[in-house]
């Protein structure tokens, strides 16, 4: 092989690296990428006992979210709340600001501790900043006394 042609391979090696490079960095992008749900309340499915809207594994009891709070599932991603008597929603638990997991809910908000952002129980819209994003609904479902999140 001349040096001439080892060159040409060698271009062609780097080449194909520095694609299978970018090809990386684009998935990896692309995986950390946000998706917006929609927020509201048709993100609670509510059933007459049949079973027939069942999710996944029971989160809590209906009696073990407080009225006007809620509760953080860390491990499920979720918070649930409960702005009313008897209303359930739920949301991401991830702060749409810098990705924190929120901590608390308070006063009719769901609270992050790292910049102090706050979202409405209600809806998740953004009540206090820096965040400019409300928290994305969670689909759950609630069938007799037990809350759940909708399977997928």
């Known amino acids: 092989m001349?040096?001439?042609?080892?060159?040409e391979a060698r271009i062609?090696?780097?080449?194909?690296?520095?694609?299978?490079g970018a090809v990386s960095v684009a998935a990896v992008l692309t995986a950390c990428g946000s998706s917006k749900?929609?927020?509201?309340?048709d993100a609670?499915?509510?059933?007459n006992g049949s079973g027939a809207a069942s999710g996944g594994a029971v989160l809590a009891k209906t009696t073990d979210i407080p009225e006007g709070g809620g509760t953080i599932f860390k491990d499920e991603g979720v918070v649930v709340t409960q702005p009313a008597a008897g209303e359930f929603k739920a949301f991401s638990s991830k702060c749409t600001h810098a990705g924190c997991t929120v901590s608390t809910v308070s006063d009719g908000t769901i609270n992050c501790p790292c910049h102090g952002s706050k979202f409405d129980v209600a809806t998740g819209d953004v009540k206090a900043g820096p965040a400019t994003t409300p928290l994305p609904?969670?689909?759950?479902?609630v069938e007799g006394d037990s809350i759940s999140l909708a399977s997928a």
Not at 12 to 20: F, L, Y
Not at 44 to 47: F, L, Y
Not at 137 to 141: G, Q
């Open 37 to 41: 749900e929609s927020s509201g309340s």
């Open 44 to 47: 609670v499915k509510q059933t």
């Open 2 to 7: 001349s040096a001439s042609q080892d060159h």
């Open 12 to 20: 062609g090696r780097r080449t194909v690296v520095t694609a299978a």
């Open 137 to 141: 609904a969670t689909e759950i479902t």
